[in-house]
């Protein structure tokens, strides 16, 4: 009991500690025997310790909370006492609502549900922790201190850079208002004029999507350097001159013999040598191989055999373990070596000072070299623009020259024979330009064969 006394003192000495609620539990019968419990042990504290008191000085402490808001000892005498004066008329009048009054002297007063409604605690509500919560807040707090670090040294970050140098975007023009075809202040409009090019903000554009792809350079590039139509020979024309028809008769000769030499050297490929043709001689030295005894073959070739085996033998005896003075001499041999070849080779370097002459003119005709093979290297490539290259399996082969004979010449136009085809010249030139790669018609093959059939009609006719 004597705790239980201490406990409630202590509670009453606390400051701002006012007791409102009258406890008639105070005083407790001492003729009640107190229960012998050991409170060493920790199960016992709360279940044989009396807290009543200090749950009700909590309890008092959180309803001065809810009534005035906070403890009353520690608020002013302002806030709990007021001096009840009677107010003036003039203030009384002021007070009193000049529309809606229902009674003299008598002020309207809220609606009981209004008061029950009303909030009667005094205490603030708890702060909402998740209304200040942020996803990624500690993110963008790392973000926000490198940021302001990167400001402090004058490192601008590469977003900002990026709208920095933006360039202002142009005003546009305002949009022509549609007027009658008749008006003769309208502006000329040119059908085939440039377009004006777009003047929005290529930034802009790319964000947007509306920003075309830039044409790559190699597109630009044609593919030969051939023009589209080949202009004739002067030889080729229907009354030619005589030198440059005989100058176009020489090129076709050239191109038919030149035919003639690949046709002969496939000929001779293929041809049968006459002494790879097989005679009755070699035939019968054929047929006989292998009959003869072989019995002094099987002695001649044991005995070289023997032979060789007592080469090996004598090898493998005679690689012995080298003395430590045969060592020592290699050693030294090697040493010298290397000696001889370092004062040679500062010799060597000692004499390149008076061959400076002969290395400027070794070192100048090199590059004269090498110039004139890098044009060669450049002509060759500017000779390859005009050549037809690889692009498929098949080679390109150019078509037939066509060329008139002396004799197959007209002397007008109505008497000229056509000769060619304009389709294939077109296909032909698409090669040529490497604009197609080179092909040929696809070949039928037929898979059934044909069944020919009589039909009445033809019977009747026979």
Do not use: C
């Not at 009303?118 to 940021?147: C, E, F, G, T």
């Not at 090129?251 to 690949?262: G, Y």
């Not at 006989?288 to 070289?304: F, I, M, S, T, W």
């Not at 004499?351 to 002969?358: G, I």
């Amino acid at each position: 009991m004597a705790t239980a006394r201490r406990l409630k003192r202590v509670v009453a000495s606390q400051p701002g500690f006012l007791n409102l609620k009258s406890t008639s539990d105070g005083e407790v019968s001492g003729s009640s025997r107190r229960k012998r419990v050991n409170k060493n042990k920790k199960k016992n504290w709360n279940k044989h310790s009396d807290i009543t008191d200090v749950d009700g000085f909590l309890e008092d402490v959180r309803h001065q909370e809810r009534t005035t808001g906070g403890l009353l000892s520690e608020k002013s005498d302002d806030s709990l006492f007021f001096l009840d004066v009677k107010p003036k008329k003039a203030e009384q009048e002021a007070a009193e609502p000049v529309e809606g009054k229902k009674r003299k002297g008598k002020t309207q007063r809220p609606l009981r549900i209004d008061l029950i409604l009303q909030h009667d605690s005094l205490v603030p509500p708890p702060k909402d922790v998740l209304a200040y919560q942020q996803p990624n807040a500690k993110k963008l707090r790392r973000i926000a201190q490198k940021a302001e670090q990167l400001a402090a040294k004058g490192v601008v970050p590469r977003r900002q850079k990026q709208l920095l140098n933006r360039r202002p975007a142009e005003k546009t023009a305002k949009k022509a208002v549609t007027e009658a075809n008749n008006n003769p202040e309208r502006e000329y409009y040119d059908i085939w004029g440039q377009e004006s090019k777009d003047t929005a903000d290529p930034w802009y554009l790319q964000q947007t999507g509306k920003k075309l792809v830039k044409r790559p350079e190699k597109l630009n590039e044609k593919p030969s350097v051939l023009p589209a139509v080949e202009v004739i020979a002067p030889g080729g024309s229907y009354n030619p001159d005589f030198f440059s028809h005989q100058a176009l008769l020489k090129d076709a000769h050239e191109v038919e013999v030149k035919k003639q030499k690949e046709e002969d050297k496939i000929e001779r490929q293929l041809a049968v040598n006459k002494e790879h043709i097989a005679t009755e001689e070699t035939i019968f030295k054929e047929q006989v191989e292998g009959l003869v005894e072989e019995e002094d073959e099987g002695e001649e070739a044991a005995a070289p055999n023997e032979e060789e085996e007592g080469v090996a033998v004598g090898a493998i005896a005679q690689a012995e373990k080298k003395t430590e003075r045969q060592r020592k001499k290699e050693r030294a041999e090697k040493i010298k070596e290397q000696r001889r070849l370092a004062s040679k080779r500062q010799t060597d370097q000692r004499q390149q000072l008076f061959q400076l002459r002969s290395i400027k003119s070794s070192i100048k005709e090199q590059e004269q070299k090498t110039k004139a093979k890098q044009t060669q290297r450049k002509a060759k490539q500017e000779a390859q623009k005009a050549q037809p290259r690889r692009l498929g399996k098949l080679k390109f082969q150019a078509q037939d020259m066509e060329v008139k004979l002396s004799d197959e010449l007209a002397g007008s136009l109505r008497q000229l024979k056509p000769e060619g085809s304009v389709l294939k010249d077109r296909f032909k030139s698409l090669q040529k330009r490497n604009l197609i790669e080179p092909r040929e018609r696809a070949k039928f093959k037929r898979r059934l064969k044909l069944k020919y059939v009589e039909k009445r009609a033809f019977r009747e006719i026979t």
